[in-house]
């Protein structure tokens, strides 16, 4: 039985054993790619390159193409995902809104 996803925007299966990239068949442990969407590495901290580091958050993801998938952990606690996320996020990236 197979389960698709997406991996930092790249599409994605598990083999019974493994999550593998849908290209290539390679699995996504050791082969880390940029991002599916940006086509940039992560940052030497491992942020998501469009992100960097925002304030008063703990971990965020943009999705990577896909809003469902964004995230944005902050410090104390406050979890808001999927696309309610990316307003939150452009907030933070603009300065617009501390926290």
Same mark, same amino acid.
């Given at each position: 039985?197979?389960?698709?996803?997406?991996?930092?925007?790249?599409?994605?299966?598990?083999?019974?054993?493994?999550?593998?990239?849908?290209?290539?068949?390679?699995?996504?442990?050791?082969?880390?790619?940029?991002?599916?969407?940006?086509?940039?590495?992560?940052?030497?901290?491992?942020?998501?390159?469009? &992100?960097?580091? &925002?304030?008063?958050?703990?971990?965020?993801?943009?999705?990577?193409?896909?809003?469902?998938?964004?995230?944005?952990?902050?410090?104390?606690?406050?979890?808001?995902?999927?696309?309610?996320? &990316?307003?939150?996020?452009?907030? &933070?990236?603009?300065?617009?809104?501390?926290?």
């Amino acid at each position: 039985m197979t389960a698709d996803s997406h991996w930092r925007g790249w599409p994605i299966y598990w083999d019974g054993q493994a999550w593998r990239y849908k290209d290539n068949d390679q699995p996504t442990v050791g082969n880390e790619r940029p991002c599916g969407s940006c086509g940039q590495d992560r940052t030497p901290e491992g942020h998501d390159p469009c &992100l960097g580091t &925002l304030p008063g958050v703990r971990n965020a993801c943009c999705g990577h193409g896909h809003g469902a998938e964004a995230y944005v952990q902050f410090t104390d606690g406050i979890e808001v995902r999927g696309f309610s996320a &990316l307003p939150v996020i452009e907030m &933070l990236i603009d300065g617009s809104e501390t926290v």
